[in-house]
């Protein structure tokens, strides 16, 4: 694929969504981290349903952790692998709290130091949370990346290397949202939705569908 078709797609999925964000709930730094952890092997929406009860009354380090393990366990339990997760949020507060002075850090190596945070999380956090034009590679992306031929790759570190490199530098902050939600909807899985694609011309997909 070639800088020009490059740039073609990320000007349609930006005239098609022009303010792309996350779609999950959080006002803070912090309820984005706690929000993002959760959201390991889950849907958007079962994680909205949890934090939605959760933060009205815990939202810092140090409510989280008030709390307790069992008590976090009460919202969370509905979310796949909420033990392991309560575990790791729990201590994330601790960290946050005896490390940071119970702020998020902006520091990649700080954030993947956290538990339940690795580089996908962090770049999450780092460009929704606090402007980083980063990329967070997760099965959208990646499938995305690899089907349009815009990045292929064989792992999620090699696709995201590739999207900083051939992502033209005006779209690089947003370019993430886009692709998640391009994958979350159009190019899906099991039968990409081709027809209704805005940028199915560009696509280099060899199965596309009608």
Not at 67 to 74: A, C, H, N, V
Not at 103 to 115: H, M, S
Not at 148 to 167: H, N, S, Y
Not at 188 to 194: E, G, L, Q, S
Request: some cysteine.
């Amino acid at each position: 694929m070639n800088k020009e078709k490059r740039q073609a797609i990320f000007e349609r999925l930006q005239a098609a969504n022009p303010n792309p964000t996350t779609e999950l709930n959080y006002q803070t730094p912090f309820e984005l981290l706690v929000a993002v952890i959760l959201s390991a092997q889950a849907t958007d929406k079962g994680v909205n349903k949890a934090t939605d009860k959760l933060f009205p009354v815990a939202n810092t380090p140090q409510k989280i952790h008030d709390l307790g393990l069992e008590g976090l366990k009460q919202y969370i339990k509905t979310i796949g692998l909420f033990n392991n997760k309560a575990k790791n949020i729990i201590e994330t507060c601790r960290i946050l709290m005896e490390s940071h002075a119970g702020e998020v850090p902006q520091q990649r190596k700080a954030l993947e130091a956290l538990p339940g945070v690795g580089r996908k999380t962090a770049n999450v956090v780092l460009n929704t949370a606090f402007g980083h034009p980063t990329m967070a590679v997760d099965t959208h992306i990646f499938r995305v990346s690899n089907r349009t031929r815009i990045a292929p790759g064989k792992t999620p570190l090699e696709v995201e290397k590739k999207l900083l490199r051939f992502t033209p530098e005006v779209f690089l902050q947003d370019a993430h949202h886009w692709l998640i939600l391009h994958g979350r909807y159009t190019c899906v899985a099991r039968k990409p939705r081709c027809g209704s694609c805005v940028i199915e011309d560009l696509c280099e997909y060899k199965e596309k569908t009608e």
